[in-house]
């Protein structure tokens, strides 16, 4: 009896128009730019790094203001702005005063010391923050329930999350030079001062995150444009399909695992404990860090949607604002800097 011939699905390749040319044309100048301005001053890290990043969370924080369509008093910013520096900079800020009984140290040695290993936030400061803005609700008018929810929440989201930015970056400087972390892979610390380490082996685990949400979402929108058949979710955001997720998901995970175990192999591990031994932490992290980008993507999507707008911005032509950008970056920054601090805290490694 003769069998059948199966035949395998035809795969099409969508066609682009030159409206998507120039847009995309527009997008890598504007890409390009960035990684000049930003990879050099993450390289160096210290005052460059601070800087660049702090600037970048208070433009954020501008577009969040401007996000809603409305106007709002002088206090209003006031409030916002002192409330995100306070997330940003608690962990700086109590190191310098001493607060935490540790000897005081300049702000210029605490991005090499050992203090910036754990993210960081005041529960008196999330307190004062929402009572702030329920205090500005009850006596203005113009500031309601939605701007209270709208701020305290992207004042905590842009703070926690440039300051794990910040863990991400300086956080090997305590990792690689304490001994009770693991002993195979950590050096002396005077180490930390060479130009090798300052400037590359420091700067791994940042790039691996970052480095790791960017190019998701460069594969996930080339997936979609290329093969994208069936809406992801219209409601929140409704160019993304399934195709370009799961190209995205696939993908991105084999590149940062190959990232990660080659570095491994060749005794350069993003992290001490991210090590041979240790290769699922590796495997898991490639696999975390674009579902949690994505979910970042949608989550931003979805409050444009509320507030019906395409962009929070438009400083980055073809890109939209800062908060179009770093939406996935800020996600996968504090949930890795979160596993990473378990995974440390809690001793799961051999």
Not at 130 to 136: H, L, W
Not at 293 to 319: A, E, M, P, Q, V
Not at 320 to 328: H, V
């Amino acid at each position: 009896m003769a069998m059948k011939k199966v035949e395998m699905p035809e795969i099409q390749i969508n066609q682009v128009d030159e409206k998507f040319k120039v847009s995309l044309r527009s997008r890598l100048l504007v890409a390009a730019l960035l990684i000049a301005v930003v990879v050099p001053c993450a390289i160096l890290g210290g005052w460059p790094f601070f800087i660049v990043f702090s600037l970048m969370a208070f433009v954020a924080i501008w577009e969040v203001s401007a996000s809603t369509g409305k106007k709002y008093g002088w206090w209003v910013y006031v409030i916002t702005y002192i409330v995100t520096a306070a997330y940003i900079y608690w962990p700086m800020a109590k190191e310098c005063m001493g607060l935490t009984g540790a000897p005081t140290v300049t702000l210029s040695e605490f991005f090499t010391s050992e203090y910036f290993n754990t993210i960081q936030i005041s529960t008196l400061g999330v307190a004062v923050s929402i009572f702030s803005y329920f205090a500005v609700a009850i006596f203005d008018k113009n500031f309601g329930w939605d701007d209270v929810a709208h701020f305290a929440t992207f004042t905590l989201l842009v703070g926690l999350g440039v300051q794990s930015i910040f863990f991400l970056r300086y956080s090997p400087f305590f990792f690689f030079t304490d001994h009770g972390i693991c002993t195979s892979t950590c050096t002396d610390p005077s180490v930390a001062g060479t130009p090798l380490f300052k400037y590359l082996t420091s700067f791994l685990f940042t790039l691996f995150v970052i480095f790791g949400a960017c190019i998701n979402d460069t594969y996930a929108y080339f997936g979609g444009i290329f093969f994208g058949k069936h809406k992801l979710n219209e409601r929140v955001s409704p160019k993304k399909t399934w195709e370009g997720f799961a190209i995205g998901l696939i993908l991105t995970a084999i590149t940062l695992s190959a990232i990660g175990l080659i570095l491994a192999a060749c005794n350069y591990p993003i992290l001490p404990f991210l090590n041979l031994k240790n290769w699922y932490w590796i495997v898991a992290l490639s696999i975390i860090i674009p579902l949690v980008g994505d979910l970042g993507d949608l989550s931003l999507s979805l409050i444009k949607r509320h507030y019906g707008i395409k962009d929070y911005g438009n400083i980055l032509r073809g890109h939209g604002g800062i908060l179009d950008r770093a939406d996935s970056i800020i996600f996968d920054a504090i949930i890795v800097a979160v596993i990473v601090s378990c995974i440390v805290g809690f001793k799961l490694y051999i």
